[in-house]
């Protein structure tokens, strides 16, 4: 039994807008997106592995995206989107390990913030913490100067993404410390 780290955000199940929107692929339509978006988790994630969802799970009738739910692999954690409230809904919120606004994650000695939206700033962003978003569907820059980026399905070949390949990612960056509270004291 595997039990891998993966990271994803905004697979909008069941959101009919999202099969002519996201924007590096156009779905023929709303089965192919969520048939497409399953299979790709589930050729990546395992049974035991961890999923952090950074929000916009799906949207449409609360039954449709249970059973959605139950098709996925791994142990999911959502961090609240948007477009939340079926997610929420008494037939899907057993299927979550836990449902927050915000989550600190540590990974042997990285610090990891997830949110659903973009930080400019966070907690020890100035001592190399990490910070994972969504929301956005790639239309914000990804700065080499920045320890953070967008996970969500659209910029990642609706596929959720690895802590190796987060990893492969922050390395390449150019980032250096920029300590905010100079002058604070």
């Given at each position: 039994?595997?039990?891998?780290?993966?990271?994803?955000?905004?697979?909008?199940?069941?959101?009919?807008?999202?099969?002519?929107?996201?924007?590096?692929?156009?779905?023929?339509?709303?089965?192919?997106?969520?048939?497409?978006?399953?299979?790709?988790?589930?050729n990546v994630?395992?049974?035991?592995?961890?999923?952090?969802?950074l929000g916009?799970?799906?949207?449409?009738?609360?039954?449709?995206?249970?059973?959605?739910?139950?098709?996925?692999?791994?142990?999911?954690?959502?961090?609240?989107?948007?477009?939340?409230?079926?997610?929420?809904?008494?037939?899907c919120r057993?299927?979550?390990?836990?449902?927050?606004?915000?989550?600190?994650?540590?990974?042997?000695?990285?610090?990891?913030?997830?949110?659903?939206?973009?930080?400019?700033?966070?907690?020890?962003?100035?001592?190399?913490?990490?910070?994972?978003?969504?929301?956005?569907?790639?239309?914000?820059?990804?700065?080499?100067?920045?320890?953070?980026?967008?996970?969500?399905?659209?910029?990642?070949?609706?596929?959720?993404?690895?802590?190796?390949?987060?990893?492969?990612?922050?390395?390449?960056?150019?980032?250096?410390?920029?300590?905010?509270?100079?002058?604070?004291?």
């Amino acid at each position: 039994m595997s039990n891998e780290i993966f990271f994803t955000s905004d697979t909008h199940f069941n959101h009919v807008k999202c099969v002519e929107l996201f924007r590096n692929h156009r779905f023929n339509n709303l089965e192919e997106m969520n048939e497409t978006i399953i299979q790709n988790w589930n050729n990546v994630v395992s049974k035991g592995d961890k999923v952090y969802h950074l929000g916009d799970f799906a949207l449409g009738r609360p039954s449709d995206a249970r059973q959605i739910l139950d098709r996925l692999n791994g142990q999911i954690f959502l961090i609240r989107g948007n477009h939340d409230q079926v997610a929420e809904h008494k037939l899907c919120r057993d299927k979550f390990v836990w449902i927050k606004d915000v989550h600190k994650l540590k990974i042997g000695e990285q610090k990891i913030y997830l949110c659903h939206y973009a930080w400019r700033v966070w907690n020890c962003s100035h001592h190399g913490s990490w910070h994972l978003y969504g929301h956005s569907h790639g239309s914000l820059p990804d700065l080499d100067s920045s320890l953070s980026f967008d996970v969500g399905v659209d910029c990642w070949n609706y596929t959720p993404v690895s802590m190796d390949q987060i990893r492969l990612r922050m390395c390449a960056k150019t980032w250096k410390p920029v300590d905010h509270h100079i002058g604070l004291d």
